[in-house]
Structure formats: structure tokens, C-alpha cells
């Protein structure tokens, strides 16, 4: 046991590194092309080039592991991301950058699928759920952790890209020096998008949904401060105020799921989430950003974790393992294409264009459930699992949901495929 906690503890250091290294370079990419005159729509498909790396990355990982293993992996693929960092020093071309947030997703998604896959292997059937949890909210309260050093190193400088490099660099020692156990095997599921589609609709689309609006503020809102010209270190500041958003609300939300229909809980989040961008959009400069940037962490980052939970009401621990791969894929395609869309909008209406964006998508996937809820008034209970809150990362992450002996794949037959949240 003693071994095992040693194992998870390791993990968690690497996993507080991982994350403060990979929020922090994607705000200061965004901050730095924006000091280099790259436009809105260019800074967004460089934005978007990251999400495409990664869900290629955390398709193909599965055969490195399986030829070196988890150690030489993740090694590997921490370097090659702390040397794409670096990269953006060098060659200050926005194709170039595009290549290099492609290659930065692919090595972090990597590295996830180790960190994850491990966890999974030194868990217990007792406290998977906890680990989950706890997993999920170090990772968000790193990427928000990391934020303030803006105000210590400048973005127009060489030192926080080599900040940021050294976090990822540094995450290599827990790993590499410390006694871990477990032998965790990693198998990924077949992607069954029609499947998993059909288990839950409301479900799917908020992933999608959650994919297009949660990483289009989080890559874009550093450009909006940007505009509007907080300094490097309120821009800090406004980026942990949407992290701390976030960890407020998550279990407030997740506990009021769990007591009610989970719809209705979508339904708050969204629409709250809808109004506050609203606001956003349609106000200027000053100190109520920081209050604005609070309220949309806390309403739009839960929403992930709120349709998994409702999807995973349909299913069963196994059967939620094998709807992984899609669930990271509809999430992973909204994560790809919303940064480029809000950029668009952010190009045609100035930099309010971004939270127009949000409104606008939030508002109709708000219209949508509630059509949903008066097309099924009533969802038939399956399963009733625990409100958890889910790491929006890899398919990996949802092997800590296998109960020991749990059977793997997915339900055969009609009830499988029935249409219901």
C-alpha cells in the first residue's frame, strides 16, 4: 500500500508540472503571436493545431508504450514537447508555430496516457473514484497555478519559454527516480461515435460542445486581455481567475446532479455560463472582467465532467470504457475546430467577438436540452454512478471508472443503441 501511495503521490508532482508547463505555453503562445502581429484567425488555427496533435497522439501512443514501455515513453515524449516549446524562439513563422502546437499536442497527450494508464494500475477498486477526482482537480488547479508567472518573466522575452520548458523537463524526475509500481495494461477500446451517440445525444453534443467553447476561452481569452490592455501579470491573473472559477463550482454542480436530473444541472451551467458571456461580450475594460472571467470558469468548464456523468448513467463502468475513445474524440473535435471559430468571430466583431461566440453556442446548446427534456420528460436509470470530476485529457483517464473483473466492452443488442438523455 505504502508503495502504491508513493506511486500515486509521484504521479500527482508530475501531473502538477505537466499542467502549469502546458497552460502556461498555450497562453503565452497566444500572448506572444499577438506582440508578433499574428492576426486573430491565425493565432486561433495555431491554437486549434494543438488539439489536433493531441487527438492524434492519444490514439497512437498505445504502441510506444507497448514497444519501450512507460518510463522510456514518457521520457521520450516530455522532451520532444519541452523541445517544441523552445522551438517557438527560434522559427517565429506561424506555419512553423502551427507545426510546433501540433507536435506539442501529440507529446502531451502521450505523456497523459501514461500518467493516466498508471494511475489506473496502482489504484484499488476502493478508491478509483477518489483518484479520479483528485487526479482532475490537481490538473486544473496546476493550469491555473502556473498563470502568474507572466508577471516574473516577460512574454516578449526568451526566459518564460524557457520556463515553461523547464516545468515540462522537471516532471521527468518523479517519474524517473522515484520507486513506482503497477504494470498497468493499456488497451484502448474501439471508437464507436454512432454508438455512443445514440446511448445519449444530449450527452455527445455538450462534449463536443464543452470541447468548442472550454478551449476556445482558455487559448483565446489571454488575446482578449491582450486587447484591452491588462498588463502580463493581470493577464495572469484574469487566467487563474477562470481556473479558480472552475474548482468552485465543480462539486456545488456535480452534488446538485446527483440529487436531481442531471439535465437540469446542464441546464444551469449553460445557460448561466450563456448570459455571463453575454455580458462579456457586450461590456469593456476593467476590474469586472475579473469577476466575469470567474463566473465563465465556474459555468463552463463543469460541463465536461456534467455530460460524462449523464452519459455514464446509461452505462456501465465497462461499457463508459469503451465509450472513452469517443467521448475524447467528440471533445477533442470541438476542442480542434472552436478556437478557430471564436478567432473568426473575434475578426469580424472586434475582440468581444470571442465571449459573441460562447453566447451563441452555449445559448442554442441551452435551447437543445431543453428540447431534449421535452422529448424524454424522464430518463430510465441504467446505472446510477457518483458525480465525478472527470480530467478532460485521454481516454486513458476512464480505466479509473473498471471496477476489478469488470467485464470490458460494450452491451450487445437494441438496448445498447436506445436513444435516451
Not at 497552460?23 to 484567425?41: C, E, N
Not at 519501450?68 to 517565429?92: C, D, K, M, S
Not at 478551449?215 to 491588462?230: D, K, M, N, S
Request: glycine letters at 10%.
Amino acid at each position: 500500500m505504502s508503495t502504491a501511495r508513493t506511486t500515486i503521490g509521484a504521479i500527482m508532482v508530475a501531473v502538477v508540472l505537466l499542467g502549469a508547463s502546458s497552460a502556461l505555453q498555450s497562453t503565452v503562445v497566444a500572448l506572444r503571436a499577438g506582440i508578433l502581429g499574428f492576426s486573430d484567425t491565425t493565432i486561433g488555427l495555431i491554437i486549434s493545431a494543438y488539439f489536433l496533435g493531441f487527438i492524434v497522439g492519444s490514439f497512437l501512443v498505445v504502441s510506444f508504450i507497448r514497444s519501450v514501455g512507460y518510463v522510456r515513453t514518457f521520457a521520450a515524449l516530455a522532451a520532444l514537447a519541452a523541445a517544441a516549446v523552445l522551438a517557438h524562439t527560434i522559427v517565429q513563422l506561424p506555419l512553423a508555430w502551427f507545426a510546433f502546437r501540433a507536435v506539442h499536442g501529440f507529446a502531451l497527450a502521450g505523456v497523459l496516457v501514461v500518467v493516466e494508464s498508471w494511475l489506473n494500475g496502482c489504484s484499488s477498486t476502493y478508491n478509483r473514484g477518489r483518484v479520479l477526482s483528485v487526479y482532475s482537480l490537481v490538473y486544473l488547479a496546476a493550469m491555473g497555478g502556473g498563470q502568474p508567472l507572466l508577471g516574473v518573466f516577460s512574454v516578449s522575452g526568451f526566459e518564460i519559454f524557457a520556463v515553461v520548458s523547464m516545468l515540462m523537463s522537471l516532471s521527468l524526475i518523479p517519474i524517473s527516480l522515484v520507486q513506482v509500481t503497477g504494470t498497468p495494461e493499456v488497451d484502448r477500446e474501439p471508437v464507436r461515435p454512432a454508438r455512443t451517440f445514440r446511448r445519449s445525444p444530449l450527452a455527445a453534443i455538450g462534449v463536443f460542445i464543452s470541447g468548442a467553447t472550454t478551449e476556445a476561452l482558455w487559448g483565446l481569452a489571454p488575446r482578449y486581455a491582450q486587447q484591452i490592455h491588462l498588463s502580463e501579470a493581470a493577464i495572469g491573473s484574469f487566467m487563474l481567475a477562470i481556473s479558480l472559477g472552475a474548482l468552485a463550482l465543480q462539486w456545488p454542480l456535480g452534488w446538485f446532479s446527483d440529487r436531481h436530473d442531471r439535465r437540469y444541472a446542464i441546464l444551469i451551467a449553460t445557460g448561466a455560463a450563456a448570459v455571463a458571456a453575454a455580458v462579456f461580450a457586450g461590456s469593456g475594460a476593467g476590474p469586472h472582467v475579473f469577476a466575469l472571467a470567474f463566473l465563465l470558469g465556474a459555468f463552463v468548464m463543469p460541463l465536461y465532467s456534467l455530460c460524462i456523468a449523464l452519459m455514464n448513467d446509461e452505462l456501465t463502468p465497462g461499457e463508459m470504457v469503451g465509450a472513452a475513445s469517443a467521448l475524447v474524440l467528440f471533445y477533442g473535435i470541438g476542442s480542434a475546430i472552436g478556437p478557430y471559430m471564436a478567432s473568426l468571430a473575434m475578426s469580424a466583431f472586434g475582440r468581444g467577438g470571442l465571449f459573441l461566440y460562447l453566447s451563441i453556442l452555449l445559448g442554442a446548446f441551452f435551447l437543445y436540452s431543453l428540447a431534449r427534456m421535452q422529448l424524454v420528460p424522464r430518463l430510465p436509470r441504467r446505472h446510477r454512478e457518483r458525480y465525478h470530476s472527470y480530467p478532460r485529457t485521454t481516454f486513458a483517464a476512464f480505466d479509473l471508472l473498471r471496477k476489478r473483473g469488470a467485464r470490458r466492452g460494450s452491451a450487445s443488442g437494441t438496448d445498447a443503441d436506445t436513444d435516451t438523455g
